[in-house]
């Protein structure tokens, strides 16, 4: 069984097409395997053994793919947002103890600024004119590290947790969980060498490196590398790539159907086999108004970066997908837990998985590990922090996360319920209901709302509406119209935190 990222590669034709861009001819196969061999001699030769953390800062695209393929077949890599503040970088570059940095040719960026003071060994990546992907590197002649190459059980990729309410988490994934990942990714979807991803996820999150990228790799199949997500340029890349799916979260493809009225044409010649949504629940409602606008059936994923990406996944059979579930387990084991004590229960509780996917734990840090895994049956269990139920039929529904769920005055509400219910609105187009602090009952419904072009609504209209359909409790006691939500590094909605950004305090 495959259980390396350099095994992925290894039995495509050398010319079938795998990596592309806009504008850019394809790389093939055989190159990719090329290019994965000149890497593992230059990072030797620099110094860098198979044990030794490379934090690659570069932006989305074509490059960005073939690095982490290919550093990640010799060393351990460890890609960071090429936004980051120094203060960030500073933060990230020590706590990840990185050996050495890649970035691009005649970049001068914070990261070099926060990696010179650490002695960290910095290599420029030169693209190349031809196919895409292609580059080298260059730095300091160093020792030569020793010859070794990396099997199952060393560390491929290292990412941090969000840290929304605490310090990041450091999560150390091997070759063996991407491997594991990237393979039921691929059997979830049915990939085969005939597919085509176009991918506008960012690649330094666990979606797009697995998703998009390992498991299209691993099928034999192509992946076409956006520069990141722009819904005005998305339907010339789809035109331009011809895939036959993407995938992407939900405030993705709540932008990409807000210009596709304007772009029919570009999806009628381009009918995708399928679309993929994963990192954030998606709405049923803009579920189902995908599946209508693109003819095609829409699979909600649900994954998380302690489980190198996938957990569960609906599954691909025409009808089979429920909207507002995230599907069935898609890999790893899958139950419900209590969420205080370590024991499996039936009914609604914390998910927790186990499997050859999921991480041997937080690196350093004992309290969480203690906190998050559990023995039971001879398995250990990952705590996912994620509140839901499995039907009779092991549907998971998600009722929102732990840290996320709305406790009024001892009432505990689903964000994702209140979510479900504002967008059955006829102007609301995007909606995050959260938690804002109230004086008396500790915590009171609130929620943001962007309406649909052309729509106008008022907070109390929006909030008689919500009356007519859930309990008093439910009702947000404060609806904000915005322009835009703000979204987190990777398009993602924020619900904690998004009282204090709004200048929410305590209700009078």
């Not at 290919?70 to 960030?88: D, K």
Request: net charge negative; with cysteine; hydrophobic share 45%.
């Amino acid at each position: 069984m495959t259980q390396t990222l350099a095994a992925l590669l290894a039995d495509w034709p050398d010319r079938a097409p795998a990596i592309g861009a806009p504008g850019r001819e394809w790389m093939d196969y055989g190159a990719l395997r090329a290019l994965a061999d000149s890497v593992w001699v230059q990072l030797r030769c620099f110094g860098v053994g198979a044990g030794d953390r490379v934090a690659i800062v570069l932006p989305n695209g074509p490059e960005m793919a073939a690095a982490f393929v290919t550093i990640a077949q010799a060393a351990v890599t460890a890609p960071l947002n090429p936004s980051y503040r120094l203060e960030e970088f500073r933060f990230y570059l020590e706590d990840l103890k990185a050996r050495a940095i890649v970035v691009p040719e005649g970049y001068e960026g914070a990261a070099l600024e926060a990696a010179a003071p650490l002695g960290i060994t910095v290599l420029r990546l030169h693209g190349g004119s031809g196919p895409a992907g292609t580059f080298s590197l260059t730095g300091p002649a160093m020792a030569p590290a020793p010859a070794e190459t990396p099997g199952p059980e060393h560390t491929a990729l290292i990412l941090h947790t969000s840290g929304t309410t605490s310090r990041p988490k450091i999560v150390p994934l091997l070759q063996s969980n991407l491997a594991a990942s990237a393979r039921n990714v691929a059997e979830s979807l049915a990939l085969s060498p005939q597919d085509r991803c176009l991918n506008v996820m960012p690649l330094f999150h666990i979606h797009g490196l697995i998703a998009a990228v390992s498991a299209s790799l691993s099928a034999g199949a192509s992946v076409f590398c956006a520069p990141g997500f722009d819904a005005l340029k998305f339907f010339g890349w789809m035109q331009e790539a011809r895939p036959s799916w993407y995938t992407a979260v939900p405030t993705m493809h709540q932008a990409i159907l807000a210009r596709a009225a304007r772009n029919r044409d570009t999806i009628r010649a381009n009918p995708l086999r399928f679309l993929r949504s994963s990192s954030a629940s998606l709405p049923a409602q803009v579920m189902l108004e995908l599946q209508e606008t693109f003819v095609a059936p829409v699979i909600e994923a649900y994954g998380m970066t302690e489980a190198a990406h996938q957990m569960a996944c609906n599954p691909l059979a025409s009808g089979a997908q429920r909207p507002g579930s995230v599907g069935v387990a898609a890999g790893p084991l899958l139950r419900i837990a209590h969420e205080v004590e370590n024991r499996l229960i039936d009914g609604t509780g914390e998910v927790v998985i186990s499997g050859p996917n999921v991480t041997p734990g937080y690196e350093g840090n004992p309290e969480a590990n203690a906190k998050n895994f559990f023995m039971e049956d001879g398995l250990r269990w990952f705590r996912t922090g994620d509140q839901g139920a499995l039907d009779a039929e092991g549907y998971l529904r998600l009722t929102g996360r732990l840290k996320e769920i709305i406790n009024r005055g001892g009432e505990k509400i689903s964000p994702l319920e209140v979510d479900g219910v504002l967008l059955d609105h006829p102007a609301v187009q995007q909606v995050v209901a959260f938690a804002m602090p109230h004086p008396k009952l500790g915590e009171e419904v609130a929620a943001a709302v962007v309406l649909r072009e052309g729509q106008s609504a008022t907070e109390r209209e929006i909030r008689d509406f919500c009356t007519s359909r859930m309990a008093d409790f439910k009702v947000p006691r404060r609806v904000v119209i915005l322009e835009e939500i703000p979204k987190g590094a990777t398009g993602k909605l924020q619900r904690i935190g998004l009282a204090q950004k709004l200048g929410l305090g305590e209700p009078g």
